[in-house]
């Protein structure tokens, strides 16, 4: 028989979530009327004063988020309220303490840097490491790519930019005194895009014009990665570990060669893999390996590799359950002994992205110290790399840079020393970046409403700056939403157009233009203290240029559009 009890916790919610309701109701009604005084202004011809009434539609919009936020945490609690009534019924299991830390990890903590093609200024970098140090990092992945001083018959890969070897120096010898170990990282299969986009490296591309990934049939390939191993490896001494990337070989098995070969993909991988391997361990350097070509492997071919390699396994998604196949953790766990995890503080979301979204990554890392808590007993984490993607591949446009994404490395590092991501742990982390109290790490609307803040921390200008951006980004993707559901050829033939929406995509455009503009005079100033010219100039063309010449042709479309809604014939 069941007992019926009062729980007033339940109660309190419930009767929250009432009053919620009711002010989310009226607010609805008020914002319904709102926008039927608006047209209804339209249609008698009277001009209403387009700013105010953008952001009288902002503010409504905000409160009804709010609101909408406010409703939907309510009903998480009490959800989480009728839960915890039933543990608390039965006896038979252990009290939950809800404010119990999941898993701190106390593993290596790796921050990623992603030098590819816009390396920071080498006094930047090193200002920034005593900041990772104190954040939680033990140590640093870096993946040099073009940048790295390359000599003799590879000295054709290095980039304009790229660092000299004292600058190599400078920065091994800060890392040591921050008490930060590095992992070199060298691509060896995929990914190669920097060595064989050269006419001298073109004769070893699996597919004739695709430069990502090396023939495994062409003897020369294994050598020349070596080649590229040997030289960081010289400018590294003393390494524990080494990166040889090996992932995303996409067109494996593809040229006329290979395709005759009977060994399968995995065989041909495991065939260029193990002496790139054997070399590191030769060398008495453990080498580590990108998983995800052998994530579907049989165990027996993981057993191969098992005595060799140390398998970084990477996933990036603010939500990993069912990422991984089954039983991929079982068999990984028959043929490793210890493995590297992957998580992701930035360049993870879209390849064009400038702003950093922190709550997204914060999740990514609390999904992994989930993962990590229920792995198999044999299987060891010898650490987690908190990748910082700089480019998606050598050819793509820049995403977002390390300053605007310092924010995230310290919430992402936070939230694997402490276990955690709480309100309390929150307003620390924004006082430690000099970020102000009231910051959250989840920014969904970048309206009027919304300020970029400022902090302390090294490039903090550089975070500002493209909050500034997303707002004239978030005006870009308003523009095209309205285009998209109210300015379609059809309508616009037909002059069956909103006055109200023309006049809004108008004024978002009019907005973001006036945002680019000014940042196109802030950049320069902004960015110089970090980044070398070339950078700049690629950074302000692809994100400020683009944007500027993409509103001042809109411009006028949406000036003709707003006549004809004006109009008499467009009142069908
Ligand atoms: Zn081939």
Redesign the pocket.
């Known amino acids: 028989m069941k007992i019926m009890r009062i729980n007033y916790t339940n109660v309190g919610i419930a009767v929250s979530l009432l009053v919620v309701s009711f002010i989310f109701f009226k607010l609805s009604q008020l914002k319904n009327h709102s926008r039927t005084t608006s047209i209804t202004l339209q249609t008698t011809g009277r001009a209403v004063e387009p700013l105010i009434k953008d952001k009288a539609a902002d503010l409504f919009d905000d409160q009804l988020q709010k609101a909408q936020d406010t409703l939907e945490s309510l009903k998480r609690e009490l959800v989480l309220a009728r839960k915890d009534t039933v543990k608390e019924n039965r006896m038979d299991q252990p009290h939950v303490d809800k404010k119990k830390r999941i898993l701190r990890f106390n593993g290596q903590r790796l921050v990623h840097l992603d030098l590819k093609g816009a390396p920071t200024k080498m006094d930047y970098l090193i200002q920034v490491l005593p900041h990772f140090q104190k954040w939680g990092a033990t140590g640093l992945l870096v993946e040099y790519e073009d940048v790295f001083p390359y000599k003799a018959k590879y000295e054709v890969l290095r980039a304009k930019n790229s660092y000299s070897e004292a600058d190599i120096k400078r920065f091994l010898e800060a890392a040591t005194a921050n008490d930060l170990i590095v992992i070199p990282l060298v691509q060896t299969f995929g990914h190669l895009e920097f060595v064989l986009k050269h006419k001298e490296f073109a004769h070893l591309r699996?597919t004739e014009h695709f430069t990502n990934s090396?023939?495994?049939?062409?003897k020369e390939s294994v050598p020349m990665v070596l080649g590229l191993i040997d030289q960081v490896l010289a400018l590294h001494p003393g390494v524990k570990w080494f990166h040889i990337g090996g992932d995303e070989v996409w067109n494996?098995?593809?040229?006329?060669?290979?395709?005759k070969?009977a060994r399968n993909k995995s065989e041909?991988f495991v065939h260029h893999m193990t002496p790139i391997l054997t070399h590191l361990k030769n060398k008495q350097v453990t080498p580590v390996m990108w998983d995800d070509m052998m994530r579907n492997w049989p165990v027996e071919y993981l057993k191969e590799l098992g005595p060799l390699v140390e398998p970084m396994v990477w996933a990036y998604a603010s939500d990993l359950t069912g990422y991984y196949p089954p039983d991929m953790w079982q068999r990984y766990g028959e043929a490793f002994k210890t493995i590297w995890a992957a998580s992701a503080f930035k360049g993870a979301t879209h390849p064009w992205s400038n702003f950093v979204p922190i709550g997204f990554h914060v999740k990514n890392n609390l999904n992994w110290l989930n993962i990590i808590s229920k792995l198999p007993a044999t299987l060891q984490v010898n650490g987690i790399a908190l990748t910082g993607w700089s480019r998606y591949d050598h050819y793509a446009t820049l995403c977002e840079l390390l300053p605007a994404a310092l924010p995230s490395v310290a919430y992402c590092l936070q939230t694997l020393t402490q276990g955690n991501m709480d309100e309390e742990l929150i307003k620390s982390t924004a006082k430690e970046l000099g970020l102000p109290e009231e910051f959250r790490i989840n920014q969904g609307r970048f309206n009027d409403l919304y300020h970029p803040p400022n902090g302390t921390f090294p490039g903090h200008e550089i975070f500002t700056l493209v909050g500034h951006l997303e707002k004239a980004v978030y005006d870009t993707r308003g523009v095209a939403n309205l285009q998209q559901g109210w300015m379609l050829d059809r309508e616009v033939e037909s002059k069956f157009l909103s006055y109200f929406q023309v006049e809004s995509a108008y004024n978002k455009t009019v907005h973001g233009l006036k945002i680019l503009t000014a940042l196109q005079s802030e950049a320069e100033r902004v960015l110089g203290p970090v980044y070398d010219d070339s950078v700049i100039k690629e950074w302000v063309k692809d994100k400020l240029d683009g944007g500027v010449k993409h509103f001042n042709s809109l411009k006028p479309q949406l000036e003709e559009l707003r006549k004809v809604a004006a109009g008499e014939e467009g009142k069908q």
């Open positions: 699996e090396l023939c495994p049939n062409n494996i098995k593809t040229c006329s060669v290979c395709q070969d041909l």
